[in-house]
């Protein structure tokens, strides 16, 4: 890679409002080896000098908790996301299905699930576009799919189908399916009689989702749903040079076939290891302790408003959670906890108590994700057990999701209770991620949001509980340096300052400097990762020794 000067522009050190700024920095195979006048000396002998352009050259941004092959998946199918209504899905849905009659099964995402009366989507809808072939659409919350009928034909889901121990059949007056199925236990019905993406297909969604990342100036990603199946395309990806980021896979822990999951998991870090690729790493493991408020899956201490006597859906046993986690801790993987409902934040907190109890002190940085309505007798635990809050800031809004579906179900009481980053990142570590394509992976939008508590239309004026709104270097750090400390890399990566090995981003404004509700307005003009160049905006170039200009 040689040595590269950075010059022309402002060398932040980090995000915060404090940080050290440089005129320049030297950059030897990815390591900070300069800044200031000590690296514009080094120009003339430099085998690459990036003109900043007036702009701003900072440690690249992280995303904590995004589930990037799904994100890449959703763009080889029907785009239903943009759809602003059922008869726009329907449309779409028919509209991709006509034009690949050779796909046998029609998979896509992520509908919004606001457009049908209390999330509720009927199969018989999408009979209409694609009566003959199986149609698998998920919402956008992942938690729950809509299907027509040939897909509950095929999968002989009907009347006299059981209810599934970890998930749950939304049915007609008569018993007959209505056409979702939510969470796990019921989505895997589909399983034994789906084909499934096919290596290629993850292959390039991961191609295609990583240069995404990259565009945005994002340079470590948390993958926080792998199944074993799936690590053969990421291996492949890395072999063929096409991932442009770095990731982390979070292989996804079944509340039923732990046990026989380690020796797979063991194998699987042990094959990515082997391929020593600075971009891939397997060193979590991912448990979804819970579901989602919007469905009624998500743990809660008490019930559900708008459902008496319904207090959610715990995905596990207690007892077997925190067998698996002390077992997965003890090898030596970070442990990834989905946690929304209160109920579900104290059992995660429960399980890592007795992982330190059993495996004794070790610097391990468990991972509670979303951490949406928590207890707040609980707040104190997660810095006394050095827990990270890993918060998908953008949720944090009175958008549509929350007036139409999360409110209703959870009150007023609760509802103050949602989304506590100031009082966490007061007390513990806090990073956060876009959870994309659940949302957008895009950090802009989800920082002004952690700072404003507003909607883009500003709404409301003095933002939504606005207790919990948190300064915008802080939002900014959460995204990058909070992200690198999830990742065991604050020290190496998450500061830009002479022995580090800093991922980079360059900017054309300071983010600092700009009205949250602006951050859209901030171009990424190029991103470097593990010391390559991965993206850049048209017209801006480098001078590279012996080129022109």
């Known amino acids: 890679m040689g040595t590269t000067v950075f010059t022309n522009g402002t060398i932040l050190a980090s995000y915060r409002a404090d940080a050290a700024e440089h005129t320049a920095v030297a950059i030897e195979d990815g390591r900070v080896t300069a800044v200031g006048p000590t690296a514009l000396a080094l120009r003339p002998a430099a085998d690459e000098v990036v003109d900043l352009e007036g702009g701003v050259l900072a440690p690249a941004f992280a995303d904590g908790h995004a589930h990037p092959l799904q994100g890449g998946l959703e763009k080889l199918g029907p785009q239903v996301r943009s759809c602003e209504s059922v008869e726009e899905i329907v449309a779409c849905v028919r509209e991709w299905a006509d034009a690949h009659p050779e796909q046998e099964w029609i998979y896509g995402g992520s509908y919004d699930a606001t457009l049908a009366p209390d999330g509720m989507f009927d199969a018989r809808w999408l009979d209409a576009a694609v009566p003959d072939r199986p149609v698998v659409l998920?919402?956008?919350?992942?938690?729950?799919?809509?299907v027509n009928s040939e897909a509950l034909r095929r999968a002989g889901i009907d009347a006299r189908t059981p209810e599934p121990a970890l998930g749950r059949i939304p049915r007609r007056p008569d018993g007959t399916p209505l056409g979702i199925l939510q969470e796990p236990g019921a989505v895997d019905l589909l399983l034994p009689f789906e084909p499934g993406r096919t290596h290629e297909e993850r292959v390039e969604a991961l191609r295609l989702a990583t240069a995404d990342y990259a565009e945005l100036g994002i340079a470590w990603v948390q993958d926080a749903w792998v199944e074993?199946?799936?690590?053969?395309?990421?291996?492949?990806a890395?072999?063929?040079?096409?991932?442009?980021t770095r990731m982390n896979l979070a292989l996804r822990a079944d509340p039923v076939r732990w046990r026989d999951q380690v020796p797979e998991f063991v194998e699987s870090r042990r094959r990515v290891e082997e391929v020593q690729d600075p971009l891939l790493t397997a060193g979590t493991v991912k448990v979804f302790v819970d579901g989602v408020i919007e469905n009624h899956t998500a743990a809660m201490l008490e019930d559900y408003v708008d459902t008496p006597g319904d207090r959610g859906l715990p995905n596990w046993d207690a007892r077997e959670l925190a067998a698996a986690a002390v077992t997965f801790d003890k090898l030596g993987f970070q442990?990834?906890?989905?946690a929304i409902g209160d109920a579900a934040t104290r059992t995660a907190l429960d399980v890592f108590e007795e992982v330190e109890r059993a495996n004794g002190p070790r610097d391990r940085r468990p991972v509670i994700a979303h951490v949406q309505v928590v207890d707040p007798s609980d707040l104190p635990r997660f810095g006394r057990l050095g827990v990270i809050a890993n918060f998908e800031p953008l949720w944090a809004q009175l958008d549509p999701m929350m007036l139409d579906l999360t409110l209703p179900r959870l009150g007023p009481e609760r509802e103050r209770l949602q989304y506590p980053i100031r009082t966490l990142h007061q007390t513990a570590g806090v990073s956060f991620g876009s959870?994309?394509?659940?949302s957008s992976a895009d950090w802009r939008p989800g920082v002004a949001t952690a700072v404003t508590r507003q909607t883009d239309d500003r709404v409301p004026v003095d933002g939504w509980i606005p207790a919990e709104r948190i300064p915008l270097t802080d939002a900014l750090e959460a995204y990058s340096s909070g992200v690198a400390h999830q990742a065991f890399a604050r020290t190496s990566r998450g500061e830009l300052r002479p022995g580090s090995a800093p991922d980079l981003v360059w900017l054309d404004t300071d983010p600092r400097q700009v009205d949250p509700h602006d951050l859209r307005s901030v171009r990424v003009l190029g991103t470097w990762v593990a010391g390559v160049r991965r993206a850049s905006a048209?017209?801006?170039?480098?001078?590279q020794r012996g080129s022109t200009t």
């Open 228 to 236: 074993t199946a799936e690590v053969e395309a990421y291996l492949e």
């Open 138 to 146: 998920r919402a956008w919350d992942y938690h729950t799919v809509w």
């Open 335 to 338: 442990l990834h906890l989905h």
């Open 538 to 543: 048209p017209l801006h170039h480098s001078i």
């Open 435 to 438: 959870d994309w394509p659940v």
């Open 238 to 244: 890395s072999a063929r040079g096409l991932l442009s």
